[in-house]
């Protein structure tokens, strides 16, 4: 069975940092992009980050210098380093696969549950 989980969310004050974890289970990430994707309350799912087959990294403009990607293909795990946290980086972080370099939902599948991430004083 296909499955991605997501791990690693909690509640930190601005200017703090958490690394989010996406492990796979049932495939071998090694040959996919995993994106990165977050979802604040009443608004659409935007994409934060993603990570080629061949380790280039995109990020959203957002986010550009707080956040890094990596992947651990022997872990078969992919990480997002967040600093410098700001409360709008409040949200549900879901982790996806894609075929391709892209922060476009649509063009994502295998989608995890979600871990919450909550920046507040």
């Known amino acids: 069975q296909v499955q991605l989980v997501e791990s690693g969310g909690g509640l930190v004050q601005p200017g703090g940092s958490l690394r989010l974890s996406c492990a796979a289970s049932g495939f071998t990430l090694d040959y996919y992009t995993i994106g990165w994707f977050r979802q604040a309350p009443g608004k659409e799912r935007e994409g934060v980050s993603c990570i080629t087959s061949d380790s280039s990294t995109y990020y959203a403009d957002s986010v550009n210098g707080r956040f890094t990607i990596s992947r651990d293909n022997a872990k078969n795990t992919v990480y997002l380093q967040m600093n410098s946290l700001k409360p709008e980086d409040t949200a549900v972080y879901y982790c996806?696969?894609?075929?391709?370099?892209?922060?476009?939902?649509?063009?994502?599948?295998?989608w995890g549950q979600g871990t919450q991430v909550t920046v507040s004083s």
């Open positions: 996806a696969t894609s075929h391709m370099a892209s922060l476009h939902r649509l063009d994502f599948r295998s």
